[in-house]
């Protein structure tokens, strides 16, 4: 009977002081890793595909649903301790801001609730004035020809941000799609939104067709100087609906950038249109529209 006993004891032993204590380390060690050095991401759905689900060329700067980005973390740290900050045209890990339509997913099998996390490219930075007029970004007074986005491919002429004036005072911001808010209804997640606003100019166009109720005021596409630690972020995808990004939630804070995505690892094969197997792993760089001269 001793002999049992004393196996059950060294049997619970060698479970807490060897197998448990050799778990936590592991998991301290995962945590710490994923938390300072790198970590790595899933995309889900196309709002960073340009051809709307359709396969990538090789070589993209882009990317689709299922790819899996590797993402340093050690460059955030970075930033939030003011050494270094996001460029125009890296593709951005983000929280979206609490409110947002699709800021909480729902897990696939259990069911339960988690915060999501968007993948989105930066086209603005603190300090730029940002304006998209008939689908093509203007950034402080230059159009952007961004050669890796949907618009080369199917148009669309989307307007941003929308300023509607009411005896000479801003009274509606038109979010993207035609969605208007008035400045005493805006969300939570808006409220900074009229502060960016730059004001109108003779050379702000008018806002084609804007909803029915504003119809009485003088609507124009306006602009946005985007605040200090703010950043102005949309999906490659530019097609109606393809992409939830700032011209739905406005700019995002510095701190709710979560990383940068910087390569894509998986899957290490991918099919091409033709179905014709290739190399997938690559760097993901700065778009040529954003690269300084």
Same mark, same amino acid.
């Given at each position: 009977?001793?002999?049992?006993?004393?196996?059950?004891?060294?049997?619970?032993? =060698?479970?807490?002081?060897?197998?448990?204590?050799?778990?936590?380390?592991?998991?301290?060690?995962?945590?710490? +890793?994923?938390?300072?050095?790198?970590?790595? +991401? *899933?995309?889900?759905?196309?709002?960073?595909?340009?051809?709307?689900?359709?396969?990538?060329?090789? *070589?993209?700067?882009?990317? !689709? #649903?299922?790819?899996?980005?590797?993402?340093?973390?050690?460059?955030?740290?970075?930033?939030?301790?003011?050494?270094?900050?996001?460029?125009?045209?890296?593709?951005?890990?983000?929280?979206?801001?609490?409110?947002?339509? #699709?800021?909480?997913?729902?897990?696939?099998?259990? *069911?339960? !609730?988690?915060?999501?996390?968007?993948?989105?490219?930066?086209?603005?930075?603190?300090?730029?004035?940002?304006?998209?007029?008939?689908? !093509?970004?203007?950034?402080?007074?230059?159009?952007?020809?961004?050669?890796?986005?949907?618009?080369?491919?199917?148009?669309?002429?989307?307007?941003?941000?929308?300023?509607?004036?009411?005896?000479?005072?801003?009274?509606?911001?038109?979010?993207? !799609?035609?969605?208007?808010?008035?400045?005493?209804?805006?969300?939570? =997640?808006?409220?900074?939104?009229?502060? &960016?606003? &730059?004001? /109108?100019?003779? #050379?702000?166009?008018?806002? /084609?067709?804007?909803?029915?109720?504003?119809?009485?005021? %003088?609507?124009?596409?306006?602009?946005?100087?985007?605040?200090?630690?703010?950043?102005?972020?949309?999906?490659?995808?530019?097609?109606?609906?393809?992409?939830?990004?700032?011209?739905?939630?406005?700019?995002?804070?510095?701190? %709710?950038?979560?990383?940068?995505?910087?390569?894509?690892?998986? /899957?290490?094969?991918?099919?091409?249109?033709?179905? $014709?197997? %290739?190399? $997938?792993?690559?760097?993901?760089?700065?778009? /040529?529209?954003?690269?300084?001269?």
């Amino acid at each position: 009977m001793l002999c049992i006993l004393k196996a059950v004891r060294n049997f619970w032993d =060698y479970l807490f002081k060897e197998w448990l204590r050799q778990v936590g380390e592991a998991l301290l060690l995962a945590f710490l +890793v994923t938390t300072f050095i790198f970590t790595t +991401v *899933g995309v889900v759905g196309n709002s960073m595909n340009p051809l709307n689900g359709g396969a990538l060329p090789a *070589g993209s700067v882009s990317l !689709q #649903n299922g790819e899996r980005v590797f993402v340093p973390k050690y460059e955030t740290w970075l930033v939030r301790f003011g050494l270094t900050q996001w460029r125009r045209g890296e593709i951005a890990i983000i929280k979206p801001p609490e409110g947002t339509p #699709n800021a909480v997913a729902q897990f696939p099998i259990l *069911g339960f !609730q988690f915060k999501a996390f968007f993948i989105k490219r930066i086209v603005g930075v603190p300090g730029d004035e940002v304006s998209i007029r008939e689908g !093509q970004l203007v950034l402080n007074g230059q159009p952007i020809k961004e050669t890796h986005i949907t618009s080369l491919i199917t148009p669309y002429p989307d307007n941003f941000p929308g300023a509607c004036y009411r005896d000479g005072r801003l009274s509606h911001i038109i979010m993207q !799609q035609g969605t208007p808010f008035a400045l005493d209804e805006l969300p939570d =997640y808006l409220k900074d939104l009229p502060g &960016m606003m &730059m004001p /109108p100019s003779s #050379n702000d166009p008018a806002y /084609p067709s804007p909803p029915l109720e504003l119809q009485g005021e %003088r609507c124009v596409v306006g602009t946005l100087k985007i605040a200090p630690d703010h950043y102005f972020v949309m999906g490659d995808n530019r097609t109606i609906g393809g992409s939830e990004d700032s011209r739905t939630f406005g700019p995002i804070a510095k701190d %709710r950038i979560a990383g940068r995505a910087n390569a894509v690892w998986w /899957p290490p094969i991918s099919r091409d249109e033709a179905g $014709n197997t %290739r190399l $997938n792993i690559r760097s993901l760089p700065i778009p /040529p529209a954003f690269r300084q001269p």
